[in-house]
């Protein structure tokens, strides 16, 4: 049965907060669940994996080598879910990524000790984080290519804000869950067993987000075809090989992007912890208030955009995170303000990029294999530098190399930059008619090949039955 697609230039405002609804709020909880594990990480490393009475900071690796495991399951939920979401639908993609998310979220809150289970005990940690990974690789290119096709074309950059203003308020519930968790209960009761809160409480809201999706509506026209069995099946990997300039870009663009908004909005609570020694809790409650002003400033950013274009948004990202990540890091100090500062500046960085990145990417490809193309490439350069974020860092930090840690993020963040200035230009102008570039073009004016598209049609055959 074909549903009706929705049209963004003639929804009414009620269905355009449906549709908001259902990306931003399931796109949140996907990452409560997602970002639990590195900020619970530090408790439930020495029930899960074998360690010697003195020493914490080998388990500590071996769960962040476990987070890093769901990186790299990433690019495979990418092209199953991508191709079930170009070929099924937007909507029925989300729910089915909502749902896996879920049920890794369970796996974790369930999983059993070393002393209880032995060896059986990592392997359900390490199958949860795939689980998570499958779904993770679905979510974040379904719901981007979601949203930029509910979104008018003048608001683009807002509804991606607000996309990561949802992203936000995910990754501030999971920090105000664990910081809430650790203030309640003795350190020795979190370490036992009050680790499993936060997560028992994820499982629950993802059926919620699930209620949420299935009541939103579809927005690919492509999808509805293949549906009805009006338009061909897009192929799994049809991006890469119509597309591999425009993928490669996509990948350069996304390279510094996904480094810094794994390290300023989830793991600096626990790499400050390392470094500079501040308290768990404290940690986990200056982020929380960090990612308040994350929130917040996600709209305006995204307004700003479609004001400015986003390409040029993009270059102002990669300038910045260039000049300023390192230096940021170095300012780390074990006192809660200092910290506050320090991840406030890093999600000022996250949101310049995460407003423009999302129209850009969606322009990159074309609607028929977008979720496939995004969801691969997005996952396998998520998975290359997000993935093994935690663990470099860690790994670093153990060793007190924090300069080789900041020169690290400011060459990723001089890819991105080169990638902006000189590729995107001639890949998007190539994935659009008329050689316009069209996160060049500020919003408020419209696009060429949007300016008329109705009168040209009866304008021609008027002239010829007048005389």
């Not at 917040?296 to 990540?325: K, N």
């Not at 530098?385 to 670093?396: C, D, E, K, R």
């Not at 996160?439 to 408020?444: A, H, I, L």
């Amino acid at each position: 049965m074909t549903a009706a697609v929705y049209d963004p230039m003639t929804a009414t405002g009620r269905a355009r907060r449906r549709q908001l609804l259902a990306g931003c709020l399931g796109n949140g909880v996907e990452w409560y669940d997602w970002t639990l594990f590195t900020l619970l990480g530090v408790y439930f490393s020495r029930q899960v994996f074998p360690h010697a009475a003195d020493n914490s900071f080998v388990p500590l690796l071996q769960t962040f080598a476990v987070f890093a495991v769901g990186y790299f399951f990433r690019p495979l939920g990418g092209l199953l879910l991508g191709a079930l979401a170009d070929r099924r639908g937007r909507r029925e993609a989300m729910a089915v990524t909502l749902s896996l998310m879920g049920l890794g979220c369970l796996m974790l809150a369930a999983v059993p000790t070393y002393r209880s289970a032995g060896l059986l005990s990592p392997a359900v940690l390490t199958a949860a984080r795939v689980v998570q990974g499958l779904a993770a690789g679905g979510e974040s290119s379904t719901a981007i290519a979601y949203l930029t096709e509910s979104a008018p074309r003048k608001r683009r950059g807002l509804y991606a804000g607000l996309m990561h203003s949802g992203e936000g308020i995910g990754l501030m519930a999971a920090t105000g869950a664990a910081a809430l968790t650790a203030q309640a209960l003795s350190p020795a009761a979190m370490s036992a067993y009050g680790w499993r809160i936060p997560f028992a409480l994820g499982a629950v809201a993802a059926l919620v987000g699930v209620w949420i999706r299935y009541r939103s509506q579809e927005t690919s026209d492509v999808a509805e075809a293949v549906r009805a069995g009006r338009a061909e099946r897009p192929q799994v990997l049809e991006f890469l090989t119509r597309h591999p300039r425009q993928t490669l870009v996509l990948a350069g663009v996304v390279l510094a992007g996904t480094a810094s908004q794994y390290l300023w909005l989830t793991f600096l609570p626990t790499y400050a912890h390392l470094t500079t020694g501040i308290s768990r809790p404290t940690a986990l409650t200056t982020s929380t208030i960090a990612l308040v002003f994350f929130i917040v400033v996600q709209p305006l950013s995204g307004l700003a955009a479609d004001r400015i274009g986003h390409r040029r948004m993009l270059v102002a990202f990669g300038t910045a995170a260039t000049a300023l990540s390192a230096p940021l890091l170095f300012l780390l100090r074990p006192s809660p303000g200092t910290l506050l500062a320090v991840q406030c500046g890093g999600a000022l960085l996250c949101s310049l990029w995460s407003t423009s990145a999302l129209a850009v990417m969606s322009d990159l490809l074309p609607m028929r294999c977008r979720v496939t193309g995004i969801g691969a490439t997005y996952g396998a350069t998520a998975a290359l530098v997000g993935g093994t974020l935690p663990l470099v860092g860690t790994a670093l930090s153990g060793h007190g190399d924090m300069p080789l840690f900041g020169g690290y993020l400011t060459a990723l963040a001089l890819i991105t930059t080169a990638v902006c200035i000189f590729a995107l230009p001639q890949a998007l102008r190539t994935a659009h008619t008329g050689g316009t570039d069209p996160c060049d073009v500020p919003m408020p004016v419209p696009l060429p090949a949007e300016a008329a598209p109705a009168p040209v049609p009866h304008a021609v055959p008027a002239p010829k039955e007048s005389p």
